[in-house]
T-cell receptor
């Protein structure tokens, strides 16, 4: 079945450093979404990418959708303690027209001051 | 707007007990979802409802039932709880694209 994989599973970052987390799908996706979940909280939508090769920025966060629409990345510049949390990517379930998503297992980000 | 609300926030059950998790949304969304979240496994879909009066199984439906009472409310029932159902449960709603999540229910089955 369709799989969405994220690497790394854990990311320890020194405050001020940059890092990138990656998302890979076993199937071509019509779009990809990214969510952030703060510790003890619930997932919150960050962004959706639709076009092949699309790049979108939100302040220090840069999201990219691969040319083949099977992978995506999230790059955070100058990490801050507010970036702590788990970042999930999610793609539409193949063949579904009701908005179902297949989530990756997430990248848990820990920031050291 | 409250968004998506869930009750209860926390629950402890003994094996074999039953309970219903409640979810409501005030965004007039057609689609609603129930997920469970376990460490290292992301969010796994239990059941979903594409519209009022329709429900369908997700990835991990065994041991659960759902009811889409009306457009606003979507409940998840555990008929006979098992320790393997210890998890955090999230309800979500959407109108095709981004999903809006509730605050979650942390369930422990002893």
């Amino acid at each position: 079945g369709q799989q969405v994989m994220q690497i790394p599973q854990y990311q320890h970052v020194q405050e001020g450093e940059d890092f990138t987390t990656y998302c890979n799908s076993s199937t071509t996706l019509s779009n990809i979404q990214w969510y952030k979940q703060r510790p003890g909280g619930h997932p919150v939508f960050l962004i959706q990418l639709v076009k092949s090769g699309e790049v979108k920025k939100q302040k220090r966060l840069t999201f990219q959708f691969g040319e083949a629409k099977k992978n995506s990345s999230l790059h955070i510049t100058a990490t801050q303690t507010t970036d702590v949390g788990t970042y999930f990517c999610a793609g539409p379930v193949a063949g579904d027209s009701w908005g179902k998503l297949q989530f990756g297992a997430g990248t848990q980000v820990v920031v050291t001051p | 707007n409250a968004g998506v609300t869930q009750t209860p926030k926390f629950q402890v059950l003994k094996t074999g007990q039953s309970m219903t998790l409640q979810c409501a949304q005030d965004m007039n969304h057609n689609s609603m979802y129930w997920y469970r979240q376990d460490p290292g496994m992301g969010l796994r879909l239990i059941y979903y409802s594409a519209s009022e009066g329709t429900t369908d199984k997700g990835e991990v439906p065994n041991g659960y039932n759902v009811s889409r009472l009306n457009k606003r409310e979507f409940s998840l029932r555990l008929e006979s709880a098992a320790p393997s159902q210890t998890s955090v449960y999230f309800c979500a709603s959407s109108e095709m694209d981004e999903q809006f999540f509730g605050p979650g229910t942390r369930l422990t089955v002893l």
